[in-house]
């Protein structure tokens, strides 16, 4: 249902198409002032977030360091908890292994808590390819899967319909996948919620297979942490007999205590409350309580050449918590859609090249989905600096060099359309080592100013086609420092 | 070579080499962080918790334990509950003066059977002050998770302050990781929509707490 994102035009044309969307912009204007304005108070409560932001950025460093380590902990506190872990090098894999499991119970559909990582692997579609139907129980990716559309914020999938948008879909689409919407269905978002209750309530007590994520896999305990507030994460995660976790290698924290620090910034940064009203912690199985069958899908898929990226490794410290998006001027123009991926914002735009490679057009033009003004970086729990990541990955499309794809290093070549940039960067290195030619070159640009043109010709023709050139003044810097002794006789 | 050798093999060629053991754990992580925030006495800590709660739509009772039963009784009948789950541990007397009939959840009795019930009671493992939060870890007198999860209506019991700490770090010391553990702070609730909060669309609509005190 949901569409992927194959064939996405690469970021500048889709933001230059979602910017003229006013609706898109009013949505989600609205919706990223109200949660950056109450983040800032959640967070102000706490005198020492400071301390604890270093502190969740030392321990998804001290982690990912000794990877290797804790995943083969991690397998085994599941296992003895009851649990069997699953390896998948990448999204075809786990893809697999997800349906053989559902397959083996004997059951054709499935109920499914939020999850960016199944959303990743594109696994809704792969099982509907496979005869299996997969539920999307969070409200706003039912809106989402309801109006086959794409989710565009990681915690607000559905950020930008509004209530009109959303009680249109329901009426129309509800009655194909179960119980209809009731008749006369209004647009506030209490009707609204009623009527999504209503609908996933009778799948919720007929599910035999739940499908998730976890935000957090405790490696010393085996124990797996979802957070959530709307309560469909509970009914996935305990009504069904078998549940099946699909999350990234780079989720694990070492100890117990470390979730100290998580559970303390993750709700304050993402929907900017003290505490968000459900968080599930499970360890394999309990007799009686809950799924008695867990099985648990580690993903590579991109992480672990992301690792290979010393500089690039750090946006595996993300905990999801979607803070640099609704701060992100970008963001809040052109929506989550442009982003072409399923982390969208100021961390999609270093997340998805590294984990997809920076070969395809929408890869290689993310790392200019910035303004580079640094609002990401500051509120990050767990200081990603994205800033410096975009940067690099910048050098890295224009450039190329080696890089790690599937586990082997391989040299990019510079991508394609940067030749003029390139050029003109090899042309001013040339001028920068002969001043002489410099100097000569200035006084000349300085006494034909008044016939340059407003706009590049050739290759140059985009970069103005959104800027103004800068106007040459009447005398060079360095003439006009020797003729006034650098200002002493200013005036003269 | 299966794909946990060809991921473990490919991480550690990331990392440049096989890693040593993780001696560094305790100096890598400075945990210069608060254990918790500001100063309280007791009875304050208890007031933030009911403070909290209520904040997020929580509706906060207090008794002492004599008052207990009467309002129990109460709040089911204010609801016009007939029926109420009883976790098989929950104390007799919480319920004695209650008038609606006990459901008692068993081993085999379906989701479908626990969503006609109107009306659940529970206690709760440990209480968490500066978030208002309550974590029910199915000890007996909580009961299966799904019985605290279907049900429209969820009444709390906490005894204070025996159960309440500050905040988080001391919340997790307390409790024990090896049990299925649900965190709550307020009634369910959605902002999907506008980002307009609006309680309950899968979990119990009404949360009740009752900070119960004395023996």
């Known amino acids: 249902m949901s569409g992927t994102f194959v064939g996405m035009p690469a970021f500048p044309k889709a933001a230059h198409d979602a910017v003229r969307n006013t609706t898109l912009r009013a949505n989600l204007r609205h919706a990223t002032h109200t949660i950056r304005d109450k983040r800032a108070r959640a967070v102000a409560e706490l005198d020492d977030w400071a301390q604890l932001r270093e502190a969740g950025k030392q321990i998804k460093d001290h982690t990912l360091r000794h990877l290797e380590h804790y995943l083969v902990q991690l397998e085994e506190s599941v296992t003895a908890a009851g649990g069997t872990v699953h390896w998948a090098a990448d999204a075809d894999e786990a893809n697999r292994i997800v349906t053989r499991l559902v397959r083996d119970t004997g059951e054709s559909e499935v109920v499914k808590v939020k999850s960016m990582a199944t959303q990743e692997i594109g696994l809704n579609e792969h099982l509907e390819a496979e005869g299996i139907h997969a539920y999307e129980t969070d409200l706003a990716e039912l809106i989402v899967q309801l109006g086959d559309d794409r989710p565009s914020h990681i915690l607000v999938p559905a950020i930008h319909r509004n209530r009109g948008e959303i009680r249109d879909i329901f009426e129309k689409e509800m009655g194909r996948w179960g119980r209809p919407a009731p008749d006369g269905l209004s647009d506030t978002p209490a009707e609204l919620a009623e009527a999504a209750r209503l609908h996933l309530r009778e799948k919720f007590l007929r599910a035999k297979v739940g499908v998730s994520g976890a935000n957090f896999m405790v490696a010393e305990t085996g124990t797996l942490v979802v957070v959530e507030s709307e309560g469909n994460g509970r009914m996935c995660l305990t009504l069904p007999e078998t549940l099946i976790s699909v999350v990234g290698i780079e989720k694990i924290v070492p100890t117990w205590r470390d979730l100290e620090v998580f559970l303390q910034t993750l709700p304050r940064s993402s929907t900017a409350e003290r505490m968000n009203p459900y968080t599930s912690m499970w360890t394999g199985t309990s007799d009686g309580d809950g799924p008695q069958t867990f099985h648990l899908v580690l993903i590579d898929n991109g992480r672990t050449d992301t690792l290979a990226d010393e500089v690039g490794r750090q946006a595996l410290r993300c905990i999801r918590c979607s803070a640099c998006l609704n701060v992100c001027p970008v963001y809040e123009r052109a929506g989550g859609h442009a982003y072409g991926s399923v982390y969208p914002g100021p961390i999609g735009a270093i997340l998805s090249p590294q984990l997809r490679g920076t070969t395809s057009d929408i890869d290689a033009s993310l790392p200019y989905a910035s303004s580079l003004c640094g609002a990401c970086y500051e509120v990050c729990p767990v200081a990603i600096d994205i800033p410096e990541v975009l940067v690099h990955l910048r050098e890295r499309v224009v450039q190329g060099g080696e890089v790690t794809r599937r586990g082997a290093k391989v040299t990019l070549k510079p991508a394609k359309g940067h030749a003029a940039e390139r050029a003109a960067m090899r042309a001013a290195r040339w001028a920068f080592t002969h001043p002489a030619a410099l100097a000569t070159g200035q006084r000349l640009a300085s006494r034909t100013r008044r016939f340059h043109p407003r706009t590049l010709p050739g290759p140059g023709r985009a970069w103005t086609a959104t800027r103004d050139l800068p106007a040459i003044p009447a005398e060079p810097f360095r003439d006009w420092w020797q003729r006034t002794d650098g200002g002493k006789d200013a005036g003269k | ?215």
Do not use: F, K
């Open chain 2, 1 to 215: 070579m299966s794909s946990r050798d060809v991921i473990l093999g490919r991480v550690r060629r990331a990392l440049g080499g096989p890693a040593a053991p993780p001696t560094s754990y305790d100096t890598d992580i400075d945990r210069g962080y608060r254990r918790e925030h500001g100063e309280r006495t007791v009875e304050q800590t208890v007031d933030l918790l009911a403070e909290n709660l209520a904040d997020y739509r929580a509706i906060v009772h207090r008794a002492d334990s004599g008052e207990l039963p009467e309002l129990i009784a109460w709040l089911l009948a204010a609801r016009g509950a007939r029926t109420v789950l009883v976790p098989p541990g929950l104390p007799p007397e919480w319920l004695s003066a209650a008038d609606p009939t006990r459901v008692h959840d068993r081993a085999d009795s379906t989701a479908a059977e626990l969503d006609r019930v109107e009306s659940v009671v529970t206690g709760c493992a440990v209480a968490v002050a500066e978030t208002g939060t309550l974590v029910l870890d199915a000890s007996p007198d909580q009961g299966r998770r799904r019985i605290t999860l279907v049900p429209d209506h969820h009444i709390v019991v906490v005894r204070v302050p025996d159960q309440v700490v500050s905040a988080v770090p001391q919340a997790l010391e307390r409790l024990d990781p090896t049990r299925p553990l649900t965190w709550i702070s307020g009634p369910s609730a959605t902002s999907d929509i506008e980002l307009d909060r609006v309680e309950g669309v899968h979990g119990p609509r009404t949360l009740e707490v009752i900070l119960v005190s004395g023996d």
